[in-house]
């Protein structure tokens, strides 16, 4: 397996492992991280001691005109009082994503030193936020980095109900009319294709990139 040294050089993603595994070690410099993704690769781990970077095979993108819109979330965005903001509160967006409690996960990959990266990144212009509101409090949101025709989704969270759809849905509408070409989602989930996410080859994926 590929070890990283101190250049910001990856190995191509074509030739990752069977589990989707391109290379280990490095740093999470946000520059580092940058390249990672203009490449298809992001960072995937538990520890910031034991860096580890991906490239799954399949992988799940999300068109930026194929979101999904129920009848029932239709009616949703017309009953309930909130408003949505991009880049408010950047810093509160991404805690409560690493700090959320999801089904069968003990723990977040969202660590400490991925949270300052991806704050060194948002300061830059690289890293978005999408905050739901109601009345004075972030109910739900999601962020993630900007390619600048690419949307890569790090991760959503709720408090109330449908409050990440929310984003995940303004997200879309603002990405489709900047042309942005579709959004990575990563890794392939249920949720995420019932909203229209589909699932591609790792192949296919690189060569859209």
């Not at 946000?30 to 992988?59: C, T, V």
């Not at 449908?162 to 849905?169: D, G, T």
């Not at 392939?188 to 690189?206: A, M, Q, T």
């Amino acid at each position: 397996m590929f070890h990283l040294g101190e250049e910001f050089i990856f190995p191509n993603p074509r030739n990752a492992d069977v589990h989707g595994i391109v290379a280990y070690g490095g740093d999470l410099n946000p520059f580092r991280i940058l390249e990672a993704y203009k490449l298809g690769i992001f960072p995937w781990f538990e520890s910031d001691q034991n860096l580890m970077w991906w490239s799954p095979d399949p992988r799940m993108i999300l068109y930026t005109d194929k979101f999904k819109v129920s009848k029932s979330f239709k009616s949703f965005l017309k009953k309930i009082n909130y408003k949505v903001t991009f880049n408010k509160d950047f810093e509160f967006v991404i805690n409560s994503c690493a700090n959320i409690k999801r089904i069968n996960q003990k723990g977040t990959w969202i660590t400490e030193g991925l949270i300052k990266s991806f704050i060194d990144l948002h300061k830059m212009g690289k890293a978005i936020s999408v905050e739901v509101w109601v009345d004075d409090d972030i109910v739900g949101g999601l962020y993630g980095l900007d390619l600048d025709d690419i949307f890569c989704g790090e991760s959503m969270f709720s408090k109330s109900s449908n409050a990440s759809k929310i984003a995940l849905y303004y997200l879309t509408n603002e990405l489709r009319k900047n042309n942005y070409r579709f959004i990575d989602c990563q890794v392939p989930s249920e949720h995420l294709k019932s909203l229209g996410g589909e699932v591609i080859s790792r192949s296919k994926f690189l060569d859209l990139l």
